[in-house]
C-alpha cells in the first residue's frame, strides 16, 4: 500500500477575473519529495502555493495537504512568503520574526513560553543564524533575511515546507548555501519551492512541476535545455554549478 | 515657564491638562507606533476627522435634548469606532477602494458634525476647541473618561502585542499561523480610534494626526524593536505634550498647536541627527 500522498491536487483550476490562471490541475506530492514549482512570470505559480496553503479556494477540483482539506492542516504547514511582501522597515528583532512561527501552539494570547524560545533558537540553528537574534531584521543582509524567514517557517514545526522565491534578490554563493541547508532540511520534511531558475535548482530537488497555466511534472534528470526553452517559450540560459567545490560555472 | 510652575500648584485645571497629556501619551506611543509601522496614518487621519460628527451629535443632543448625561467624548468614541469599523471592513473587503472609502468618511464625518454646530443654539467657540483643541478645559469627569480610555487602550496594545505584532509585520503568515488577522487588524483600528479620541482633547481634530504619528516615527529610526519604538514614542509624547503645554501657558499661545510644531521640530532634528549617526558609522 502506498503511503498517503502529502499534497494532492485534483482536477484544480483557478481563475482570476475571468482569466483562467490554473487549468485542469493534477499533482500528487510525496513525503519526503522536494519539488520545485518553475514557469514564467504570471504562471500561475505563487497561486498554486496559496491554493496548497488553503489562502485562495480554487474554482473547480479538490485540495488534500495530508488527506484533509488545507486549512485544517495549516498547522503542520510551514510557509515561507516572497520577500518583497514585507516591509523593509519595520521594527522587528530576529528572534521576533522567528517566534511568529510559534503563534497559534496553544498559546492563548500570544505569550511565548521558554519551550517557544528554545525551539526558535533551534530553528535560527539550523540555518547558521543563531548568532544574530538580537539584531535587527531591517539591517540584515537579502540572504540573511531569506534564512531567518525559513528558520520562522521552521519554527513552526512542519512536515511540510512551501517557500516562494526564496533566491529571490540574493547572489549566487548565498543561493548554494541557501539550498544546501534544505538539502539537509529535506531529509527529514517534503519541502516544496517555487522559482524562476530552473537550471540551477535542478541539482537539488528531486522532481520539478512546471506551470504555465497547466501543470507538468518531471523527475529532475530529465530536465535539459530544450525543456525549458518548452515550458518558457525563449531562449533561456541555462546555468548548472554542476561542480560546487571546485566553483566551477557550467553554461549549456 | 516659572508661571507655569508656579500655577501648577495652585491651579487644579493645569494639573488636569498636564495629566491628560501623560495620560494621552502612553495610548499615543504604543497605538502610534502600531500606527506608523503598519502604515495606517491616513485610516488614523480619516478617523480623526470623523470625530467631529460624534463631538457635534452630542453637544446638540445636551443642548437640544438636555441630555446632560450625554458628553461630546461619549460621541467622540462612538463616531471614531464606527469610523474604525467601517473603513476597516471595506479596506479588508474591497481593498482597491480603500483609499476612496476613507476620504469619504472622513469629509462625511466632518460634515455632520458642522452641520449640528451650526444648528447648536449659543456660542459657536466649541467648533474651534474640538478642531484645534483646549487642554486647559479639561474637567474632572473628562479626566476620569480620559483615564478609563486610556487604561482600556493600553491594557489590550499590550497584551495582544504579540498577535498585532505579527498581523501588522506579516498578515498572511499570522492567517496561516491560525491567528484571525481580520479580528486583530479590526481591534487595531478600534484602539486607534480611542487613541485618536483620547488626543482629540490634547490637540485637535486637526493635529491629531501629528501627535499620533510624528513621536512614533521619530523613535522608530533609534528602535529595533516595535516595543522600543513604543517606549521611546510614549516618553517623547509625554515630553512634547508636557513642555507644550507649560511653554504656551505664559505668552497665552494655544497649547495644541505649540505641542505640535514642538514634535515637529524634535522630528525633524531626529532626522538630522540618525542621518549623522548612519554617515558616522559609514
Redesign the interface.
Known amino acids: 500500500m502506498e503511503t498517503q500522498p502529502v499534497i494532492e491536487l485534483k482536477k484544480v483550476s483557478f481563475s482570476y477575473d475571468g482569466i483562467t490562471v490554473l487549468e485542469d490541475v493534477d499533482l500528487i506530492v510525496r513525503e519526503k519529495d522536494f519539488l520545485s514549482i518553475v514557469g514564467p512570470n504570471a504562471g500561475g505559480k505563487t497561486t498554486m502555493m496559496k491554493i496548497m ?1 488553503g ?1 485562495l479556494k480554487p474554482s473547480t477540483g479538490s485540495v488534500r495537504i495530508f488527506g484533509q482539506p488545507p486549512a485544517k492542516t ?2 503542520r ?1 510551514g ?1 515561507m ?1 516572497q520577500h518583497a ?3 523593509a ?5 530576529v528572534l ?2 522567528v ?3 510559534r ?2 501552539n496553544g498559546n492563548r ?4 513560553r521558554k519551550s517557544d524560545r528554545e525551539t526558535a533558537m533551534e530553528a535560527l540553528k539550523e540555518v547558521e543564524m543563531d548568532e544574530f537574534t ?3 531584521f531591517s ?1 540584515l543582509s537579502g540572504g540573511q533575511q531569506q534564512r531567518v524567514l525559513i528558520a ?1 517557517a521552521l519554527a ?1 514545526d512542519p512536515d511540510l515546507l512551501l517557500l516562494d522565491e526564496p533566491t529571490s534578490n540574493i547572489d549566487m554563493a548565498v543561493e548554494t548555501e541557501l539550498y544546501e541547508i534544505l538539502k539537509q532540511l529535506n531529509e527529514k520534511i517534503t519541502i516544496v519551492l517555487v522559482t524562476h531558475d530552473l537550471g540551477f535548482v535542478s541539482h537539488y530537488v528531486k522532481s520539478v512541476a512546471c506551470v504555465n497555466r497547466r501543470v507538468v511534472v518531471h523527475p529532475t534528470s530529465e530536465i535539459c535545455g530544450e525543456m525549458i526553452h518548452e515550458i518558457y517559450g525563449s531562449r533561456v540560459h541555462m546555468i548548472r554549478h554542476d561542480d560546487i567545490t571546485g566553483g566551477t560555472d557550467t553554461c549549456v | 515657564m516659572s508661571e507655569f510652575l508656579i500655577d501648577l500648584h495652585q491651579q487644579t485645571f493645569l494639573q488636569y491638562a498636564l495629566l491628560t497629556g501623560i495620560l494621552a501619551s502612553i495610548a499615543c506611543g504604543i497605538i502610534g ?1 502600531y500606527v506608523v ?1 503598519r ?1 495606517i496614518t491616513y485610516i488614523a487621519g480619516g478617523i480623526a476627522h470623523t470625530v467631529l460628527a460624534g463631538l457635534g451629535a452630542a453637544r446638540y443632543c445636551q443642548v437640544v435634548f438636555h441630555c446632560d448625561w450625554l458628553h461630546p467624548l461619549y460621541g467622540a468614541v462612538v463616531a471614531a469606532l464606527i469610523a474604525a469599523i467601517v473603513i476597516g471592513l471595506v479596506s479588508l473587503k474591497a481593498r482597491q477602494r480603500e483609499d476612496t472609502v476613507i476620504g469619504a468618511v472622513w469629509a462625511i464625518g466632518m460634515a455632520i458634525g458642522i452641520l449640528f454646530i451650526f444648528k447648536t443654539p449659543g456660542y459657536n467657540e466649541d467648533l474651534m476647541s474640538y478642531l484645534f483643541g483646549n487642554i486647559l478645559m479639561v474637567s474632572a469627569d473628562e479626566l476620569w473618561l480620559i483615564a478609563g480610555l486610556d487604561i482600556l487602550v493600553v491594557t489590550a496594545g499590550l ?5 498585532l ?2 498581523v ?3 498578515e ?8 484571525n488577522a481580520d479580528f486583530y487588524y479590526l481591534l487595531l483600528l478600534c484602539l486607534t480610534a480611542l487613541t485618536v479620541v483620547l488626543l482629540v482633547t490634547v490637540v485637535g481634530i486637526v493635529m491629531v494626526i501629528a501627535l499620533l504619528t510624528l513621536p512614533a516615527a521619530f523613535a ?1 529610526q533609534f ?4 516595543w ?2 513604543m517606549l521611546l514614542s510614549t516618553i517623547f509624547t509625554m515630553g512634547v505634550t508636557s513642555s507644550g503645554l507649560a511653554l504656551s501657558y505664559g505668552p497665552d499661545l494655544p497649547a495644541g498647536a505649540t505641542t505640535i510644531l514642538l514634535a515637529g521640530a524634535v522630528y525633524l532634528a531626529g532626522i538630522v541627527l540618525s542621518r549623522l549617526l548612519s554617515a558616522l558609522r559609514s
Do not use: H
Open positions: 496553503l489562502l495549516r498547522s504547514i510557509y512568503p511582501s514585507l516591509d522597515l519595520f521594527p522587528v528583532s521576533d520574526v517566534l511568529m512561527g503563534l497559534g494570547f500570544g505569550l511565548f538580537k539584531r535587527s539591517e520562522r513552526s | 507606533s509601522s502604515r497584551l495582544f502585542y504579540n498577535q505584532l505579527a501588522c509585520f506579516d498572511e503568515f499570522a492567517r496561516l499561523r491560525g491567528i522608530g528602535s529595533k524593536r516595535l522600543q519604538m
